[in-house]
């Protein structure tokens, strides 16, 4: 497994159970949606503090899909001005008590990348310690049979929605790259592992992967070329970094290419890991080499 070691000064925060997980990290001001945006609200050039760069420009979609059991999951697309319908798209899933704006304001530094970003918010409210809203996907109560039926129902909801996102928003893009960061880690990855023909990619940032539960899936994982990124923090007194490392391990004993940042961080996600993520997706995932997705079916 190539492995490199980073240094990022971020503080640790909260949390609760390892796979129950809650945001962490030094959290920009939340930003509250308060329900649909009007579409196409354009952000224009996002000045990405360097004075030798530009970022692309980009539009704001937000939208509302409803997915079996009469759930609804809203997403924000930050789609690429002018469109690219065939650009890369990196679909991001949240940690315990976030939401899809916070999401993308810690995952601010990925705005360099010519590629489609599409971010979800989990589908349960959840009252948080500070008396503000954030939002869950799924509920763990420590049955392990239990975790993995949410884990699947999980699966099915983002096919679904991802499938939807790209038929109205008229994207077919190149290849797919999930990132997801504690409980939307554990999620993304157990459907992008049973899912490889539909996500090139995989970036798992504080949990571990289900690998006891994914066997099977495994070999045809490594057979179409599934990439990995595990990060995570030294310091994570939420999901034991050692657990981590060993279930990205055993992904990479399968023939899965795997490769493994550590942090001087805590529970979190800070600016040296999003720069680290944003160079290695561009290394891989933005080029014209990238294998062509399958469309996502649930």
């Not at 909801?157 to 939807?164: N, T």
């Amino acid at each position: 497994m190539e492995e490199s070691i980073g240094r990022q000064p971020d503080s640790d925060s909260g949390g609760t159970e390892p796979e129950h997980a809650d945001a962490g990290g030094t959290n920009p001001e939340r930003v509250d949606t308060g329900g649909t945006a009007p579409r196409g609200t354009g952000s224009g050039p996002v000045d990405s503090g360097s004075a030798d760069s530009v970022r692309p420009e980009r539009n704001i979609f937000r939208g509302t899909v409803n997915v079996r059991g009469d759930v609804t999951l809203a997403y924000r697309l930050d789609a690429l001005e002018p469109s690219a319908p065939k650009a890369p798209l990196i679909i991001c899933l949240h940690g315990w008590g976030m939401d899809e704006d916070w999401f993308a304001r810690l995952l601010g530094g990925l705005g360099d990348l010519p590629a489609n970003l599409l971010y979800l918010r989990a589908p349960s409210p959840v009252d948080k310690k500070d008396g503000k809203v954030g939002w869950s996907w799924y509920v763990y109560n420590g049955d392990a049979e239990h975790f993995v039926a949410e884990l699947e129902q999980l699966e099915e909801r983002l096919l679904h929605v991802v499938r939807d996102v790209e038929m109205t928003q008229n994207l077919s893009p190149t290849s797919r790259v999930l990132i997801g960061f504690s409980q939307g880690a554990y999620g993304g990855s157990f459907a992008a592992v049973r899912n490889p023909g539909v996500f090139s990619g995989l970036v798992v940032s504080g949990a571990r992967v289900k690998d006891e539960a994914l066997r099977d899936f495994l070999p045809q994982a490594a057979e179409q070329g599934l990439r990995v990124l595990g990060c995570h923090g030294r310091k994570d007194e939420h999901v034991d970094l050692e657990r981590s490392k060993a279930s990205l391990q055993s992904l990479e004993k399968a023939g899965i290419e795997v490769t493994w940042l550590e942090f001087d961080a805590g529970h979190s996600m800070g600016r040296q890991q999003v720069a680290a993520v944003a160079d290695w997706i561009g290394q891989r995932f933005t080029s014209d080499g990238s294998r062509r997705a399958e469309s996502p079916t649930s």
